[in-house]
């Protein structure tokens, strides 16, 4: 595209003077920056999800009376437990934020956050509690109760732990960080 079309350019001016003129406002600025980032903890919660459910599929087919002894061995895994199927239940929030990205819905990032909260940060701390005398014995003793892909289960359940709640912890930082750039957007909106 010829730039000369425009016209001759202003006398006193060597061009450099434009930043005043086009600047992108602040809010466009974070939520396209949040909006990325939230993006990649959705990715991790997916994975997350993922690795839980394979972990969990024998107990949650057993419940429809299904038996996976066949498909890999059931006898390495542990008894599933509540907090595991609350912390699947964290998935269905993930969708309302994904929902409210395309076009700024500040209602279901809201859920969002309150899902996460609930179903994600909630089941994970209270697993940490609950595993805490578990993992304790295993950094002084090195005592091993259970094994899983030759890693000791209790240190696997632990960087779970670890990744799930950095995940959920940042996706809450950034949908909060979101809805503060949305809301001071339409306010801005509202004062004029």
């Not at 839980?52 to 061995?73: E, H, S």
């Not at 609930?118 to 994970?124: A, H, M, N, R, S």
Request: aromatic share 14%; proline share 4%; net charge positive.
């Amino acid at each position: 595209m010829d730039t000369r079309a425009a016209g001759p350019r202003a006398k006193g001016t060597d061009g450099s003077d434009f930043y005043h003129r086009e600047t992108v406002a602040s809010h466009f600025k974070t939520s396209v920056t949040n909006k990325s980032r939230i993006k990649l903890t959705f990715v991790i919660h997916g994975l997350l999800f993922i690795a839980m459910f394979i972990l969990t599929l024998p107990d949650l087919l057993g419940l429809v009376g299904i038996k996976m002894k066949r498909f890999y061995p059931v006898s390495q895994l542990p008894k599933t437990s509540l907090w595991q199927y609350a912390w699947l239940c964290s998935v269905v929030p993930m969708f309302f934020g994904l929902g409210g990205l395309p076009k700024n819905r500040v209602g279901l990032l809201r859920h969002y956050i309150l899902g996460c909260v609930t179903f994600g940060i909630v089941p994970v701390i209270y697993a940490i509690y609950a595993n805490l005398g578990t993992f304790l014995d295993y950094l002084e003793a090195g005592k091993i109760d259970r094994k899983f892909m030759g890693l000791p289960l209790i240190v696997v359940l632990y960087i779970f732990f670890a990744v799930a709640l950095q995940a959920h912890l940042f996706g809450v930082y950034f949908a909060s960080n979101l809805i503060s750039s949305w809301d001071s957007k339409g306010s801005k909106k509202k004062s004029n």
